[in-house]
């Protein structure tokens, strides 16, 4: 079971541009990721990272980031006082949850720690957006809150 209280909050600034990169591999799954912070049970998003979707076979349904790409952003971010705390792909013109390929990379991979944002993106416009973590126990992505925050924003010019 993933922990109680847990929640993912982006900023509906961050939201956007993450809305944009999707939109912008539509018909292909687009990636990247959430660098932050974590207090508790609460992770916070600074900012989305896009990150370069490297499958070549299947790329409409499956995505993978490139490694060095990763360790670069990974670095940048715990440079800055900051880490990855969630995982970011689109599913295009399919549902917002996991396939059965996300879950069992998600176990392969033991991640429990990441939250996992997967987005419905059809006819290259997003429609939804839902958050999962990982449960070793119950060996399956299980939806959880997300927030889309807009404390700490500016207000529009004007």
């Not at 687009?30 to 932050?36: E, K, P, Q």
């Not at 490694?67 to 990974?74: I, M, S, T």
Request: proline fraction near 8%; hydrophobic fraction near 35%; glycine fraction near 8%.
């Amino acid at each position: 079971m993933t922990p109680a209280g847990f929640r993912l909050s982006i900023p509906r600034s961050v939201m956007s541009g993450l809305r944009s990169h999707l939109e912008a591999g539509y018909p292909l799954e687009a990636c990247g990721v959430l660098i932050g912070r974590i207090d508790g049970q609460t992770y916070t998003v600074r900012e989305f990272r896009p990150m370069r979707n490297t499958v070549v076979d299947r790329p409409h349904d499956r995505y993978r980031f490139d490694d060095l790409e990763h360790l670069r952003v990974q670095r940048e971010a715990e440079g800055r006082g900051l880490e990855i705390i969630g995982i970011v792909h689109s599913h295009p013109d399919h549902p917002a949850r996991p396939s059965a390929f996300d879950t069992n990379w998600a176990m392969d991979s033991r991640d429990s720690f990441n939250a996992y944002v997967v987005a419905r993106v059809e006819r290259g416009g997003m429609m939804e957006a839902r958050t999962y973590r990982l449960s070793l126990e119950r060996a399956r992505l299980e939806e959880e809150p997300l927030l889309i925050d807009d404390a700490g924003e500016k207000p529009p010019p004007g």
